[in-house]
């Protein structure tokens, strides 16, 4: 897991999270959205070749992983499949209502915000997206998956125009890369601008597909 040592640890009701403000302006806000068992510090990497002017927030999962770390799922017996959008929709809507009150309290601007998710984070994003398209102003997917239940709101075209990129491995074992494929052909129907990048590898993002991710938030 990533050495965070540029973002504070942070608290904010129930909420646990890391922050790194912006040092240039005019400044946005990028979410940072972690996969099943992770935590606030597992998606730093991403962020190496951001430009100065991006303030990142990486909040904690809402519910304990079994395995350890933390997930943004309810957990009940025997559902173990992939999350569908009703599913993720109680953490997405947390997930605003904490940006909104924590932004507003520190000054920060969060009206448009951009997302990076990862694995279950990645669906977690979607999910985002399509329940607040208006806040929403470009997103990322890394090695995850359109959420089930979602064709009806793509349907509405709420992604029209918003840059979207999409990175997934060949060999992922975890989700695999057909998931991807039926993302990318639902956000292009749904009038995305998707940038989508696959790649030789598991259930990571490869160094090719970094360089398509820091071109998207520059």
């Known amino acids: 897991m990533p050495t965070v040592i540029d ?13 790194r403000p912006a040092t240039a302006a005019p400044s946005r806000l990028l979410v940072l959205l972690h996969g099943w068992t992770g935590d606030e510090n597992s998606m ?9 002017q991006v303030a990142v927030l990486a909040p904690r999962g809402l ?6 770390g933390y997930t943004w799922r309810e957990i009940r017996s025997g559902t173990w499949e992939l999350p569908g959008l ?18 507003q309290a520190a000054g920060v601007s969060a009206n448009q915000i951009d997302l990076i998710g990862f694995s279950q984070g990645a669906a977690l994003s979607y999910t985002l997206a399509l329940l607040y398209p208006e806040r929403i102003r470009a997103l990322a997917a890394l090695s995850g998956f359109m959420p089930s239940g979602a064709e ?38 749904s009038g995305a601008r998707v940038t989508y990048c696959e790649s030789y590898g598991g259930h990571k993002v490869s160094a090719d597909c970094f360089t398509g991710l820091a071109e998207i938030f520059g």
């Open 86 to 103: 009703d599913d993720l929709r109680q953490s997405a809507e947390a997930l605003i209502g904490f940006v909104d009150d924590w932004s």
């Open 63 to 68: 519910y304990v992983a079994p395995e350890g």
């Open 7 to 19: 973002a504070e640890l942070r608290e904010f009701r129930d909420w646990i999270f890391r922050f």
């Open 152 to 189: 009806d709101l793509l349907a509405k075209h709420p992604l029209a125009g918003k840059p979207v990129f999409v990175a997934h491995g060949r060999q992922d074992n975890m989700i695999p890369v057909e998931h991807a494929r039926r993302s990318v052909a639902l956000l292009e129907g």
């Open 44 to 52: 730093w990497v991403f962020t190496r070749k951001l430009p100065a």
